[in-house]
T-cell receptor
Framework: RKEVEQDPGPFNVPEGATVAFNCTYS??????FFWYRQDCRKEPKLLMS???SGNEDGRFTAQLNRASQYISLLIRDSKLSDSATYLC????????????FGKGTKLSVIP | NAGVTQTPKFQVLKTGQSMTLQCAQD?????MSWYRQDPGMGLRLIHY???????DQGEVPNGYNVSRSTTEDFPLRLLSAAPSQTSVYFC?????????????????FGPGTRLTVL
């Protein structure tokens, strides 16, 4: 069973659209959750951490549902510069140093 | 701060050759790690270190060695390169590897090394 699963996409959306990604994880003991962004042929960079109460950073909103073991990322008013692959990242559990990365969801924002 | 640096950016090896991928960070981070990224596979953890002198295996450690003699440096050694090790290698560091509060476990990645083994 894959530990972190994401829809690979691609999601092709027009500028200004709202798009949402979901990610499911299998380890109920996981404590840390993140969304990273990776541009083509570049290194991943943290987009935002995901907290139990949900959190928002400008046009980006992340939610965590522990009962159903999924996290989500909502992007409002999409910009061309949002085109990238979005990686869902989860730690392996309490006291674990190991992070598990999803394979990523590719987003293309088109003019 | 330079952040996380990796050398070389590109490397081509022949099967059986050995080499060391260099990684350094200037943020005084305790936690450092090495990942490989293959098409369709996502990033997979090779080895990690929670401080100088301490290393441990990740998900795919076979064929790789690491050491951590200083806080700043975390080299990855390929002992005898194989075509299956063709990949993009990323080094990452964070203040703490554990969920120690907002920001402490944020991973900062280097720009990567693209390795081809013929």
């Amino acid at each position: 069973r894959k530990e972190v699963e994401q829809d690979p996409g691609p999601f092709n959306v027009p500028e200004g659209a709202t798009v949402a990604f979901n990610c499911t994880y299998s380890n109920s003991a996981s404590q840390s959750f993140f969304w990273y962004r990776q541009d083509c042929r570049k290194e991943p960079k943290l987009l935002m951490s995901v907290y139990s109460s949900g959190n928002e950073d400008g046009r980006f909103t992340a939610q965590l549902n522990r009962a159903s073991q999924y996290i989500s990322l909502l992007i409002r008013d999409s910009k061309l510069s949002d085109s990238a692959t979005y990686l869902c990242v989860v730690n392996m559990g309490a006291g674990s140093y190991q992070l598990t990365f999803g394979k990523g969801t590719k987003l293309s924002v088109i003019p | 701060n330079a952040g996380v640096t990796q050398t070389p950016k590109f490397q081509v090896l022949k099967t059986g050759q050995s080499m060391t991928l260099q990684c350094a960070q200037d943020m005084n981070h305790e936690y450092m790690s090495w990942y490989r990224q293959d098409p369709g596979m996502g990033l997979r953890l090779i080895h990690y270190s929670v401080g100088a002198g301490i290393t441990d295996q990740g998900e795919v450690p076979n064929g790789y060695n690491v050491s951590r003699s200083t806080t700043e440096d975390f080299p990855l050694r390929l002992l005898s390169a194989a075509p299956s090790q063709t990949s993009v290698y990323f080094c990452a560091s964070s203040y703490s590897g554990l969920a120690g509060g907002p920001g402490t476990d944020t991973q900062y990645f280097g720009p990567g090394t693209r390795l081809t083994v013929l």
